[in-house]
């Protein structure tokens, strides 16, 4: 069983930044495509970026790509989410995933879910 634990959430000003964490344990985080995820009140969980096993690749959402940056540090079994230039609509819980195929990734349906971090972006 892998756990995830989703961090680094918070208030912020458009324009400003935060970085999100995602803390794995109880498996080896390297045999995992990792991605975030978000859900904004009353819509639905969308994909934001993904990273493949060793980070060699990433992918992103268009309304996010040039903003966010995910990158992984699998030593220390810990993803991020760089998110630059913030806007209102980038309010949201976000949440980390994990997944053994990218098909599983790209349908929104990984093997494991973090908790999720709520991000609040302030006009």
């Known amino acids: 069983q892998l756990r995830l634990v989703d961090s680094g959430g918070g208030l912020v000003q458009a324009g400003g930044s935060l970085r999100l964490s995602c803390a794995a344990s109880?498996?080896?985080?390297?045999?995992?495509?990792m991605g975030w995820f978000r859900q904004a009140p009353g819509k639905e969980r969308e994909f934001v970026a993904v990273?493949?096993?060793?980070?060699?690749?990433?992918y992103y959402a268009d309304s996010v790509r040039g903003r966010f940056t995910i990158s992984r540090d699998n030593a220390k079994s810990t993803v991020y989410l760089e998110m630059n230039s913030l806007k209102p609509e980038d309010t949201a819980v976000y949440y980390c995933?994990?997944?053994?195929?990218?098909?599983?990734?790209?349908?929104?349906?990984?093997?494991?879910w973090g908790q999720g971090t709520q991000v609040t972006v302030s006009s």
């Open positions: 995933a994990a997944a053994s195929t990218i098909w599983a990734m790209t349908q929104g349906n990984p093997d494991y």
């Open positions: 990273i493949t096993w060793s980070g060699g690749r990433s």
């Open positions: 109880g498996r080896t985080l390297s045999t995992y495509l």
